[in-house]
């Protein structure tokens, strides 16, 4: 859970620093919290499989 933790976090720095004005490090938390929602289903999904 550690993962969606750590993506929940970057979404909510991104909505802070959009609200703010910096468009670039908004974008940028965006992205890296994305990767890390992706991470954390594929790893989920494989292990229910498992």
């Given at each position: ?25 908004a ?24």
């Amino acid at each position: 859970m550690a993962i969606l933790e750590l993506a929940i976090a970057f979404f909510v720095l991104a909505i802070v620093a959009g609200v703010m004005g910096a468009g670039g490090v908004a974008g940028l938390s965006m992205d890296i919290a994305k990767w890390l929602v992706i991470i954390f289903l594929v790893l989920a999904i494989v292990s229910f499989v498992l």
